[in-house]
């Protein structure tokens, strides 16, 4: 595919669901592709460094070909590692490259990366005018507003600027600062208030630039507002712990027409593949771990939640345990 083409996807992206450690698996992503076709799906962050040294890069790449589009998302400093990681996300046939420069956790910054070097944009621009050289899909970024006291307007806006000169394509913008000490990682998505002003005038400002919004949005229609500015909206834990709410995205916000979803639904597409990754070897708690998410607030949510997490954790569990949660929902009218 060309760049013009990865160009023109891009644009298409308005809703997104954002990269989140120990959730957005592939196995998270399949089940959100029975609920969205359309919009664009993460990887967890993936340190360059491991991918360089790793032996099994298929374990860390691998992905099925429903998932797109997807973005991998990869973390690091080194400018040739990371250019690197960015051409293999190529050759594996990901939609673009984004680079995580948002995450506060102690882990990140000891290896300086993540949300810490948005002190030192000189730096990431490096980064990604060398990923540039060697990748020809678009260079994404997903970064906060400020960090610590490294924290204004003019801050933020040269950061973009300088990023964007660049080569990055689109910037997926979580509203809040984050505080390097003090806060933990969950804190840091919670604590430190969102400030949606800030990055409403960085899009006024710089019109011309692909901005997306990230941080407290939790429905379609919170979406449907964002993008009255922005270029896209991201969503984040309300996407995983509430999945089956997204239902309607690809109607309501890409004015497609797709027959009702439902929880039932969702499982039954989950089957075939399921049925695939335990006949190689895998466990059906890999899967069935997401698809607790899926039923919540009606009669009997509770008790099919713990039967089948209690069924599928069991290291011998085999598909009929799906099967079994599928018909009980079926059943139930879900």
């Known amino acids: ?139 994404t970024v997903k970064h906060r507003i400020g960090v610590d006291d490294f924290d204004s307007y003019q801050i933020l806006i040269d950061f973009v600027d300088k990023l964007s000169n660049a080569g990055a394509k689109r910037f997926s913008i979580h509203a809040r600062k984050a505080w390097l000490k003090g806060l933990n990682p969950k804190e840091n998505r919670t604590v430190p208030p969102l400030n949606y002003e800030r990055v409403i005038q960085l899009k006024k400002d710089r019109p011309n630039i692909k901005i997306e919004l990230n941080g407290g949005i939790k429905t379609i229609e919170e979406c449907l507002k964002a993008l009255e500015i922005f270029d896209g909206s991201m969503v984040g834990r309300a996407a995983y712990e509430h999945p089956l709410i997204w239902k309607d995205v690809d109607e309501m916000i890409y004015g497609d027409k797709r027959s009702s979803t439902k929880a039932s639904t969702v499982l039954i597409g989950m089957l075939p593949y399921a049925e695939y990754h335990l006949k190689n070897n895998g466990k059906l708690w890999d899967i069935a771990k997401h698809l607790l998410k899926l039923v919540e607030g009606v009669p009997g949510a509770r008790s099919w939640r713990k039967d089948l997490g209690a069924s599928s954790q069991n290291k011998e569990a085999k598909i009929e345990v799906l099967e079994k949660a599928a018909n009980k929902l079926i059943e139930a009218g879900l």
């Open 1 to 139: 595919m060309s760049l013009d083409s990865h160009l023109q996807i891009l644009n298409s992206h308005r809703f997104s669901i954002a990269p989140m450690m120990d959730c957005t698996d592939k196995h998270y992503r399949f089940m959100m592709r029975q609920i969205t076709t359309r919009g664009l799906l993460y990887t967890e962050m993936i340190v360059a460094q491991a991918l360089h040294y790793s032996k099994n890069i298929n374990k860390l790449l691998d992905f099925h070909s429903s998932e797109h589009p997807i973005s991998l998302q990869i973390g690091g400093d080194n400018p040739k590692l990371l250019s690197e990681a960015a051409k293999l996300g190529e050759e594996w046939g990901y939609d673009e490259i984004n680079l995580n420069i948002g995450c506060p956790s102690p882990r990140v910054q000891s290896g300086n990366f993540g949300a810490c070097l948005m002190k030192d944009p000189e730096h990431v621009a490096q980064c990604i005018d060398e990923i540039s050289k060697h990748c020809n899909l678009p260079i």
